[in-house]
């Protein structure tokens, strides 16, 4: 079955160090979504990505989608105290249940 | 409308009772998404509705989980015989699509989760 791998699994940075976190599909995507979970908290959507070769950003955060629509990458730049949580890539399957695979997330800690 | 809502937030049951989650999504939503997430790891995809059908349960659910969404407005999951291994958090998503089978138009929308512990 369908398998979005994401790396790293921990990333511990200084506050103003920049991020990245990458994701990887088995089997081509209809589209990519990013999720934020804080600690004790739930997913909280931040984006979909849809077309191949994508790129948005919101504020200090860039996603983009790669061209064969199976990877794609989160980085943060200078990043806050308030960008602490584990971020998830979610690949949603081409066939009609659009349901969403979830990496296993990237936890982010930002040293003060 | 505030969100998809969750009921209860948690749960402590002894191996081998029945549980039953309640989740409220979103009105308008029409898609609704149970998934299952333990420490560590992503949430992993249990079962959705499209209204009041459910279209596709994963083959990683055994059969003492069952989900209904009558109406198609809330849902229940109840786990049947539940086993330590059941011990997780419970999520529940809905998302709105612009045609019955199209893509969403945006993400899915979590509720709080119950978190059910099997002593």
């Known amino acids: 079955g369908q398998q979005v791998m994401q790396i790293p699994q921990y990333q511990h940075v200084q506050e103003g160090e920049d991020f990245t976190t990458y994701c990887n599909s088995s089997?081509?995507?209809?589209?990519i979504q990013w999720y934020k979970q804080r600690p004790g908290g739930h997913p909280v959507f931040l984006i979909q990505l849809v077309k191949s070769g994508e790129v948005k950003k919101q504020k200090r955060l860039t996603f983009q989608f790669g061209e064969a629509k199976k990877n794609s990458s989160l980085h943060i730049t200078a990043t806050q105290t308030t960008d602490v949580g584990t971020y998830f890539c979610a690949g949603m399957s081409m066939d009609s249940s659009y349901k969403l695979i979830f990496g296993s997330g990237t936890r982010l800690l930002v040293r003060p | 409308d505030t969100g998809v809502s969750q009921d209860p937030r948690h749960k402590i049951t002894k191996r081998g009772q029945n549980v039953t989650f309640r989740c409220d999504p979103i009105s308008e939503h029409n898609r609704l998404y149970w998934y299952r997430q333990t420490l560590g790891q992503g949430p992993e995809f249990l079962t959705y509705f499209q209204n009041e059908a459910q279209l596709e349960k994963s083959r990683l659910l055994s059969d003492r989980f069952s989900a209904e969404r009558p109406k198609g407005s809330f849902s229940t999951l109840e786990i049947q015989r539940t086993e330590q291994g059941d011990s997780a958090m419970y999520l529940c998503?809905?998302?709105?699509?612009?045609?019955?089978?199209?893509?969403?138009?945006?993400?899915?929308?979590f509720g709080s989760g119950t978190r059910l512990t099997v002593v």
């Open positions: 089997t081509t995507l209809s589209n």
């Open positions: 998503a809905s998302s709105k699509f612009r045609l019955a089978t199209g893509p969403p138009e945006y993400g899915y929308t």
